[in-house]
């Protein structure tokens, strides 16, 4: 196996599985948003309580910030060396970073209650879903510090 090879071969996968979570979840907060700021709160797919608004905003954040994160993370598995895996490495953080703050909105939306829609639910697995993977992704593009089978390392 060479070197790299063993994170090379996941991250593939994983970065598809990322953009297609991704672009689910931010189409399905643009168009919660967008029902939302029409006045349509008791839409039967919508709903929601007080947090809603903020936990809208936060989810099309996090799909941008995400997208943009998969993005740089094809172009470090296409050229895979230390120069590309600082810009995935970076933009993988901020992008979990704001997943999770995503992802506490949707606990306090859970812990406030009220009528929560279809369209809303899902969006908090979705938001769920994406900070375990980016979660798992950035774990990946770190294994290279552990040995240089599994990536490029920080050091050269």
Request: proline content about 3%; glycine content about 12%.
């Amino acid at each position: 196996m060479g070197n790299g090879r063993g994170g090379r071969r996941l991250m593939g996968p994983l970065l598809a599985v990322n953009s297609v979570v991704y672009l689910i979840l931010l189409g399905l907060s643009a168009w919660s948003l967008d029902k939302y700021i029409d006045g349509h709160q008791n839409h039967p797919h919508l709903g929601g309580n007080p947090s809603t608004v903020f936990l809208l905003v936060y989810a099309l954040i996090a799909g941008i910030i995400g997208l943009c994160s998969v993005i740089l993370g094809f172009a470090h598995l296409r050229v895979w060396n230390n120069t590309t895996l600082a810009s995935a490495a970076t933009s993988a953080i901020i992008s979990w970073a704001v997943t999770a703050l995503a992802f506490g909105l949707v606990c306090k939306q859970i812990t406030m209650g009220g009528h929560r829609g279809k369209r809303l639910q899902t969006l908090e697995a979705f938001i769920a879903i994406s900070g375990v993977s980016q979660l798992l992704y950035l774990l990946l593009l770190h294994a290279g510090i552990f040995s240089s089978r599994y990536g490029p390392t920080y050091n050269g």
